[in-house]
């Protein structure tokens, strides 16, 4: 029987980061939510790594859609993932509204990918991105698109702080969802600012009766060999 861990995932994900052209990434994250280049190029790791199983993006199901599912031959799901990103000033101290806002759509996620497998056995993961600037992006009127957000926080806190914070916040915030493996995205520079995208591979999940779909995760980091990533361990801040 074909098993899917979050190590299995993290190490599609490193795989996936290390395709990018150097500040690409950099250059995505900052022009907008990363979450759709980093599946994508997530979708096209597994594609190409794992021949015996067929990798679908937005699988259609009952009128829902899922950002990531892998399939067997059979068009079984074998585990399913939903993608969630947003930045480090939105999270960085637990009172912030975002906190609960995002921590909630990751849940709604969660809800809809245990309902899309009506009964089936299968891990369900959730995949969030958080892209921390390491300083203010130029104002290019508009290009860059939540400039404001990261300009605010900058003068609030510093980089270090702010990125801290966040990582503290939002591991509190998803560890009753199941264990994690976590690491970073060395994203590059772009308009002259040095980019990080801090992950977190959650699951398998807790389905609504507070039972996990699986226990094959071992809960631990894996180390990172491709290009641009730094994993931490357990107990780590960044």
Do not use: C
């Not at 806002?101 to 993961?125: C, Q, W």
């Not at 609030?156 to 009753?176: H, K, M, N, V, Y």
């Not at 009766?209 to 071992?218: I, Y």
């Amino acid at each position: 029987m074909v098993e899917i861990t979050a190590d299995d995932l993290a190490r599609a994900l490193e795989g996936a980061a290390s395709s990018f052209a150097p500040g690409e990434l950099a250059y995505l994250a900052l022009t907008s939510k990363v979450e759709l280049p980093l599946r994508d190029r997530l979708a096209w790791s597994l594609y190409t790594s794992r021949p015996d199983l067929v990798i679908a993006r937005e699988w259609h199901r009952k009128g829902k859609r899922i950002d990531l599912a892998l399939l067997n031959r059979g068009a079984t799901p074998i585990a399913l993932v939903e993608a969630k990103a947003l930045y480090s000033f939105d999270v960085v101290t637990p009172d912030r509204a975002n906190v609960r806002k995002y921590t909630r759509m990751v849940e709604a996620d969660m809800a809809k990918a245990f309902k899309l497998l009506d009964g089936h056995s299968a891990p369900v993961f959730a995949l969030v991105l958080i892209t921390h600037p390491m300083g203010v992006p130029p104002d290019l009127g508009g290009v860059i698109k939540y400039r404001p957000g990261i300009e605010t926080a900058l003068t609030r806190a510093t980089q270090g702080d702010i990125r801290t914070g966040a990582w503290a916040t939002l591991s509190s915030a998803l560890e009753p969802m199941g264990p994690a493996v976590y690491g970073s995205l060395m994203a590059g520079k772009a308009f002259g600012v040095e980019v990080i995208v801090d992950y977190w591979i959650v699951g398998p999940t807790v389905d609504r009766r507070g039972e996990h779909v699986s226990a094959s995760l071992t809960g631990n980091r894996i180390d990172g060999q491709s290009r641009g990533i730094r994993n931490l361990t357990a107990g780590d801040s960044p």
